[in-house]
């Protein structure tokens, strides 16, 4: 870090080309180290899923549930792609992400509902049906318990 910011500091001021587009991937390059670095130093300092990004098996859970959030999903389906035990995997992702693995998926579903909502057009039916949900009513409920209104006054 102290390397790349010393280069920087060194560039900028003598503006060589590309100096400016040299400056702005290692702003980017350090976005991604820092964190890395604070979880490699601290790995209980840091909660919900970029700690869980430290476990193996819970990222494993993690990409998956990202991956395809629509797709229905059980604790043992989950400790599959990790490949790890459902009980272990429970207890894992509970202790790193602070949430057990479905209440993350739910979650992860009404954030992307709410972007839906927020965003498009489409009707609360026809997202609770791209979402993963069986019905409006199994979409609202979900909705209600995380964000604490009905997807139609969030709207």
Do not use: N
Request: glycine share 8%.
């Amino acid at each position: 870090m102290e390397g790349a910011l010393a280069a920087t500091d060194r560039e900028l001021p003598h503006r060589p080309s590309a100096s400016t587009l040299m400056a702005e991937h290692r702003a980017v390059v350090m976005l991604i180290h820092v964190p890395r670095f604070h979880l490699a130093r601290e790995p209980r300092a840091v909660s919900g899923w970029p700690a869980g990004l430290a476990d193996p098996a819970v990222a494993a859970a993690l990409r998956a549930l990202h991956e395809a959030p629509a797709r229905s999903r059980t604790v043992a389906d989950l400790a599959r792609a990790g490949a790890v035990s459902r009980s272990t995997l429970a207890a894992r992702f509970k202790d790193g992400v602070g949430q057990g693995p479905l209440e993350c998926l739910t979650r992860w579903r009404v954030e992307l509902a709410s972007r839906q909502l927020r965003d498009g057009t489409e009707t609360p039916a026809a997202i609770a049906r791209s979402g993963g949900y069986g019905s409006e009513s199994a979409l609202s409920v979900a909705f209600k318990r995380v964000m604490g209104m009905s997807p139609r006054d969030y709207r």
